[in-house]
């Protein structure tokens, strides 16, 4: 059984920093690609980020790009997303998820395994 445990998320104002983590409960988490989505109330769950299995290549929503940041430690079996310059836009429950492959997908349909979810809230 895979879990995925996401800590990091909290209230913060507009231009703050966060960084969240999400650490896999499986041996073999370097094999798989990693990515982050979020889900705003009313709104249907979004790609934030993604990772593939070595860290070499990611991949970013436009709304996030150039603050965001995805990364990844297999040797702790985490991978983080640091969010930098917040928006209020940016307040949704963010997952994190374990891709099918190694490869970088965006699509919900590209993950297998869910985390349970961290609120973040950014106040204006």
């Known amino acids: 059984q895979v879990q995925l445990v996401e800590s990091g998320g909290g209230l913060v104002q507009a231009g703050d920093s966060l960084r969240l983590s999400c650490t896999a409960s499986l041996r073999s988490f370097s094999n798989y690609a990693m990515g982050w989505f979020r889900q705003a109330a009313g709104k249907e769950r979004e790609f934030v980020a993604a990772i593939d299995w070595k860290g070499g290549s990611t991949d970013y929503a436009d709304s996030v790009k150039g603050r965001f940041s995805i990364s990844r430690d297999n040797a702790k079996n985490t991978a983080y997303l640091q969010m930098n310059r917040l928006k209020p836009e940016d307040t949704a429950v963010y997952y994190c998820?374990?891709?099918?492959?190694?490869?970088?997908?965006?699509?919900?349909?590209?993950?297998?395994?869910w985390g349970q979810g961290t609120q973040v809230t950014v106040s204006s």
């Open positions: 998820a374990r891709g099918r492959t190694i490869v970088v997908k965006t699509a919900v349909t590209g993950y297998d395994y």
